[in-house]
């Protein structure tokens, strides 16, 4: 299972950046995948979620109206265009998904999967 962010980089304050996450290794359309967002010494962001057939997103209040999560099952891709960018918005990037496991004792659990993220830098 593989998940590679790309498009970060700078912009300036007002501008937009649409960053992608490449994923191999799973059935893809069958997930959901997840953006966060990471600033040095804080948790990560929960940012915003696409369903599976990307039929539905919700995001979070910082983000609403500004960044949208959309995804193409045929490229095995998923974007999150973010526009009106501010220096808050200054972070690492990443995308996740939750992928079925079977632990030793036969148990089920959901396993997370992380990209290894991507800087976005909003600064004039």
């Known amino acids: 299972v593989q998940l590679v962010e790309s498009g970060g980089g700078l912009v300036q304050p007002g501008g937009s950046l649409r960053l992608s996450c490449a994923a191999s290794g799973f059935t893809f359309s069958s997930n959901n995948i997840n953006w966060y967002r990471q600033t040095s010494g804080k948790e990560r962001e929960l940012l915003g979620v696409?369903?599976?057939?990307?039929?539905?997103?919700i995001y979070a209040d910082s983000v609403k109206g500004r960044f949208t999560i959309a995804r193409d099952n045929a490229k095995n891709s998923a974007y999150l265009q973010m526009s009106s960018l501010k220096p808050e918005d200054t972070a690492v990037y990443y995308c996740k998904t939750k992928i079925p496991a079977r632990a030793p004792d036969g148990s089920i659990s959901l396993r997370d999967y992380w990209g290894q993220g991507t800087q976005v830098t909003v600064s004039s």
């Open positions: 696409i369903t599976s057939a990307g039929a539905s997103t």
